[in-house]
């Protein structure tokens, strides 16, 4: 689907627009994303002013079954101008990545409220987007938003002035260790000028910009003073036992081990030893997606997996999660016995394009 006519925010795609643009392939993209419409809005209308590029607002983007196959229709009209794209809130960051992979997106700009970053990071509320194979799927809305910064090139902060400096501290804090390699701005309705420049790396296929991923990998993160964030990488070749994990999250929710806003990585788990699975965590929403199966056997069976969180309990999570895999016993009897253990149902796994199995 495609507007007709010229808008005000932007060109129409069935041809050139009254100003003499011509459509071109290499557009500078920034993108902007948030989860709440309204300042999200005024921050891409914001930026594409002191920028000087055209704007295709999420409005206009969201009247289209694909708002992403819009926004690759209509940016080739800003041209040498560069343009500003507003995605709804449905549409997946690392859709828009995978969309924009060949070169022309260079910045992502996330808006978050520092007012309610923890809050809305524990939240319960779910969104309903596009499925990928077709009609509509709930996604929650901490999920998205944790994703959206951890893949931001910027961070807008807004609302940062009604904070005390120790909450400040602690948003930062938080902010940093998610997205360690985004600039962080505290917003005050004027755009710093290098947040519309052109001169940044585009974003590729592959991306390591995630905080858990740095993790992972060994890279360092930045600290804030004050702001009482840790991390902690867990690796054992055990798999975990079914039971046994599901109490371990039962304590992590409750907080017994610290605050752990966010853990995600690779993991295993005894009833499923054929298959790798992708370890998702935020606030208080969990699940366990199917990474493949890539047919290995034991002797490759084990944990990846990063935690970020305030005031981390470090040697008691790192203790837990060992007492949530396999004791020596339990590992000795093989694949066969763990087969007929139950699973509990927070630990049923989605298989991408079948649901939950």
Do not use: K
Request: with cysteine; hydrophobic share 45%.
């Amino acid at each position: 689907m495609t507007a007709d006519g010229v808008s005000p925010t932007g060109p129409s795609t069935s041809g050139p627009s009254s100003a003499g643009r011509s459509p071109s392939d290499e557009v500078d993209v920034l993108a902007v994303v948030g989860v709440e419409p309204v300042r999200r809005a005024r921050i891409a209308a914001q930026v594409a002013h002191a920028a000087g590029r055209a704007l295709f607002p999420a409005a206009r983007l969201g009247m289209a079954l694909d708002p992403l196959d819009e926004a690759r229709a209509l940016v080739p009209w800003a041209a040498e101008q560069g343009a500003v794209v507003e995605l709804p809130t449905s549409v997946d960051v690392t859709a828009l990545i995978a969309a924009f992979s060949d070169g022309l997106l260079t910045s992502i700009v996330c808006v978050v409220d520092a007012r309610r970053l923890r809050a809305d990071l524990f939240g319960d509320q779910y969104l309903r987007r596009p499925a990928p194979g077709g009609g509509v799927e709930h996604v929650a809305a901490a999920a998205v938003l944790v994703s959206q910064i951890e893949y931001a090139s910027a961070v807008a902060l807004e609302h940062w002035q009604s904070l005390p400096p120790v909450d400040l501290a602690q948003v930062l804090d938080l902010v940093g260790h998610l997205a360690p390699t985004a600039q962080v701005h505290l917003w005050s309705g004027r755009p710093p000028a290098e947040l519309g420049g052109r001169d940044r790396r585009p974003y590729g296929a592959a991306q390591e910009r995630p905080g858990w991923v740095a993790i992972l990998n060994g890279d360092p993160l930045p600290t804030v003073p004050g702001g009482g964030v840790d991390h902690l990488r867990f690796e054992q070749v055990r798999p975990f036992h079914p039971g046994r994990l599901a109490v371990l999250l039962e304590e992590v929710e409750q907080g017994r081990l610290g605050t752990v806003v966010r853990s995600a990585g690779l993991c295993r788990l005894a009833t499923r030893p054929g298959t790798p699975l992708r370890w998702e965590h935020v606030g208080s929403m969990f699940s366990l997606l199917a990474a493949g199966d890539d047919g290995d056997d034991a002797a490759a069976i084990g944990q990846d997996l990063a935690f970020i969180g305030y005031d981390l309990e470090a040697a008691a999570l790192d203790a837990a999660l060992d007492r949530a895999t396999l004791d020596d016993a339990e590992l000795i009897a093989g694949s066969s016995t763990w087969s007929g253990w139950d699973e509990p149902a927070e630990l049923s796994v989605e298989v991408p394009g079948l649901g939950r199995r």
